[in-house]
């Protein structure tokens, strides 16, 4: 259900969710720290700064040394304060940007749509490829009278498939390993679609469906993914979030 949402509504999943995981993340630091003692330390720290600037006009040296110093201490117990509620927040923002990023990096594939995948072997061998619509390989050669043998230059090649339906099977075959690689569309149910598939025991290494990065802005020479347009959401809502909440 939430990964259907995602898949189908990925510019308002991602604000949705950076809202969520800042709005988290800042309750969890407010009662993890001691925010008195880092509202002293933040204005203890300001008063630091107007001194020691007070002391650069007068040029002396020694006062801004210490008052430097002082200044170090302050911002290390800060830290570690810092770092006490970052301990209870890093694990499961890295599960949650998991989940963005295996619903919502790229773009939808539809049906009639072209679509590149990308074959490693382990060593070079003769490939068959099955698939019930039109392909075509590169750094490939054919096999004399056999349209679905293929001799690969290179460990590495690409399989290219034009104008994809419906429940997609290839299978990748050698004389000793056969392989499954099943393409799903987004007219139907397919949030759970694998783009990366890793092959044990085969003469196959791995499969990799390259489909297009999503830009969620772009502007000029300005674009960017969903790593960059969360960081950018993430940072307007945390400097709301930590008005709002009272958080130092």
Known sequence: MIKEFMFQNP?????????VITFVTKIITKFTTDQSKLKSIREETKE??????EALKKKDTKAYDKLQTR?????????????KSLMYTFLPIILLFGLLRSNIANESLN??????????????KEVEIISKNNFSTKDTLPVENN????????????INLENIQFDENITIKTKNSSE?????????????????????????SSAKVLLNEKIYFNFLFLKLNWFWTYFILAMIFNTLLTKLLKIY
């Not at 510019?11 to 809202?19: N, P, R, V």
């Not at 349209?147 to 690409?158: A, C, G, Q």
């Not at 499954?180 to 196959?204: A, G, H, P, Q, V």
């Open 11 to 19: 510019t308002i999943s991602l604000i949705i969710l950076s809202l």
């Open 48 to 53: 630091l700064q107007k001194k020691m600037k």
């Open 71 to 83: 200044s170090l201490q302050l911002s290390q117990q800060q830290m570690q304060m810092s770092m």
């Open 111 to 124: 049906i009639g749509d072209n679509l590149d995948i990308e074959i490693k072997l382990k060593e070079i």
């Open 147 to 158: 349209s679905n043998m293929i001799i690969p230059k290179t460990k590495i090649f690409t």
């Open 180 to 204: 499954n690689i099943e393409i799903k569309t987004s007219k139907f149910e397919t949030t759970d679609m694998l783009t990366i598939y890793k092959f044990k025991e085969s003469d196959f």
